[in-house]
């Protein structure tokens, strides 16, 4: 019922979005612009923000427009681990296989690099998601695993993605060393008032819908909710469209923002 009342073809706030209809607002964008510089340097970056402003789907994104031939990639998304599981993880991710000591582990991952880039030639890309929950011994580890040649090189991407407090702990002076070889990091802002209403309109064009079905109100009470945040404020209005739906109207006003608020709490 939903889809025929507003014209849609798919959901307009589906988390499986094709990487090409990302809105692209100016902190976004900046993170590209930065990811582009991290693909001249390689090295360490840190992609930090509040849950929800798209900090994965961008990393997909960007994972998504690289040429597989020149460019291999790793995601790691489990980081709840101990430190032994974390090495194995991050090894058969790498290998296919992983050993039940630390050191052959090691070994493993910083073999498989080499191999990538001297026999395959492909650059190898790490990503550890939710990187906020690592153990403190985890944090420790990626220093260790980044030291390639003497600490001279820096052959690999990898970039740990976390919540915002992630930077508080990695400035820590137990973390100093890894905090030294970060070359990159950023923090990915929410949505302002007029990219929020542009964010609305975005994914209901790409959905299908050729008008705008809120009203500015429902657009304010939108971005008021949810302060700019791109997944909370997908959440509410698709639950303000299915209120709206069920009381077949086609404008989506404040108060089909309101109810769906409640609803979501």
Same mark, same amino acid.
């Given at each position: 019922?939903?889809?025929? /009342?507003?014209?849609?073809?798919?959901?307009? !706030?589906?988390?499986?979005?094709?990487?090409?209809?990302?809105?692209?607002?100016?902190?976004?964008?900046?993170? !590209?612009?930065?990811? %582009?510089?991290?693909?001249?340097?390689?090295?360490?970056? /840190?992609? #930090?923000?509040?849950?929800? &402003?798209?900090? #994965?789907?961008?990393?997909?994104?960007?994972?998504?427009?690289?040429?597989? =031939?020149?460019?291999?990639?790793?995601? &790691?998304?489990?980081?709840?681990?101990?430190?032994?599981?974390?090495? +194995?993880?991050?090894? !058969?991710?790498? #290998?296919?296989?992983? =050993?039940?000591?630390?050191?052959?582990?090691?070994?493993?991952?910083?073999?498989?690099?080499?191999?990538?880039?001297?026999?395959?030639?492909?650059?190898?890309? $790490?990503?550890?998601?939710?990187?906020?929950?690592?153990?403190?011994?985890?944090?420790?580890?990626?220093?260790?695993?980044?030291?390639?040649?003497?600490?001279?090189? %820096?052959?690999?991407? !990898?970039?740990?993605?976390?919540? #915002?407090?992630? +930077? %508080?702990?990695?400035? +820590?002076?137990?973390?100093?060393?890894?905090?030294?070889?970060?070359?990159?990091?950023?923090?990915?802002?929410?949505?302002?008032?007029?990219?929020?209403?542009?964010?609305?309109?975005?994914?209901?064009?790409?959905?299908?819908?050729?008008?705008?079905?809120?009203?500015?109100?429902?657009?304010?009470?939108?971005?008021?909710?949810?302060?700019?945040?791109? +997944?909370?404020?997908?959440?509410?209005?698709?639950?303000?469209?299915?209120?709206?739906?069920?009381?077949?109207?086609?404008?989506?006003?404040?108060?089909? $923002?309101?109810?769906?608020?409640?609803? /979501?709490?």
């Amino acid at each position: 019922m939903i889809k025929p /009342l507003f014209g849609f073809k798919t959901n307009p !706030f589906a988390k499986d979005i094709d990487s090409k209809n990302i809105f692209m607002s100016a902190s976004m964008k900046e993170l !590209f612009s930065r990811l %582009d510089y991290l693909q001249q340097t390689r090295g360490l970056m /840190l992609l #930090t923000g509040e849950p929800g &402003v798209g900090k #994965t789907m961008a990393i997909r994104a960007f994972i998504e427009q690289l040429n597989p =031939s020149l460019y291999s990639y790793v995601y &790691v998304p489990l980081s709840t681990v101990s430190n032994a599981d974390f090495y +194995r993880q991050l090894c !058969f991710q790498l #290998t296919g296989e992983y =050993s039940y000591r630390k050191a052959a582990c090691f070994h493993k991952i910083q073999s498989a690099i080499i191999d990538l880039i001297n026999n395959k030639k492909k650059v190898p890309l $790490v990503v550890i998601d939710e990187s906020h929950l690592l153990k403190p011994d985890n944090l420790y580890e990626i220093q260790i695993i980044l030291n390639f040649d003497m600490d001279s090189t %820096d052959p690999v991407i !990898f970039i740990i993605i976390g919540q #915002t407090h992630l +930077r %508080d702990t990695i400035a +820590r002076q137990v973390h100093r060393a890894l905090n030294q070889r970060i070359v990159l990091r950023y923090v990915l802002q929410p949505l302002d008032k007029n990219e929020a209403k542009e964010y609305i309109l975005h994914h209901l064009k790409i959905a299908g819908c050729k008008s705008n079905i809120f009203n500015d109100a429902a657009l304010e009470a939108l971005y008021g909710n949810a302060q700019g945040n791109p +997944r909370e404020m997908g959440n509410l209005a698709w639950k303000a469209i299915m209120v709206a739906a069920g009381e077949k109207k086609q404008l989506i006003t404040e108060e089909e $923002v309101y109810t769906a608020s409640k609803e /979501l709490q």
